[in-house]
C-alpha cells in the first residue's frame, strides 16, 4: 500500500511539474511574438522569466510572469535593447492559457 501512494504522489507531482514547463514555453513564445510585433525589425533574443505571483482563483491557477529579453539590430549585436513584459497565465490540470501581455518596460 505504502509503495501505491508512493507511486502516486509521484506521478502527481511529474505531472505538475510537467505542466509548469509547458506553461513556461507558452510565456516564452508569447513573449517572444509580442517582441516581434513590437519590434518588427529587430532579432529577439530567448526570454528570461521571473514568476511574480502565483494564486488560485478557484479551480484555476493564476500566475503572472515577468519576460525579460533582448533585441538588437540585425548584424550588429552591440545595439541591442530591452524590453520587459508582464504574462499572466491561467492553468486548469494539465492546461495553460495565456490570458494578458503587456509590455512594462523598455530600454
Do not use: W
Not at 49 to 75: K, M, W
Not at 91 to 105: D, P
Amino acid at each position: 500500500m505504502k509503495t501505491f501512494v508512493t507511486f502516486i504522489l509521484i506521478a502527481l507531482t511529474s505531472s505538475q511539474v510537467f505542466a509548469a514547463d509547458a506553461c513556461k514555453r507558452k510565456v516564452a513564445k508569447a513573449a517572444v511574438q509580442q517582441a516581434q510585433l513590437d519590434r518588427e525589425e529587430s532579432e529577439i533574443q530567448p526570454p528570461e522569466l521571473h514568476l511574480l505571483s502565483s494564486e488560485f482563483q478557484g479551480n484555476r491557477l493564476i500566475s503572472v510572469y515577468e519576460a525579460d529579453l533582448l533585441h538588437c539590430t540585425p548584424g550588429d549585436l552591440d545595439a541591442c535593447g530591452s524590453l520587459t513584459y508582464e504574462v499572466v497565465t491561467a492553468e486548469t490540470n494539465s492546461t495553460c492559457q495565456v490570458l494578458r501581455i503587456y509590455m512594462t518596460g523598455e530600454e
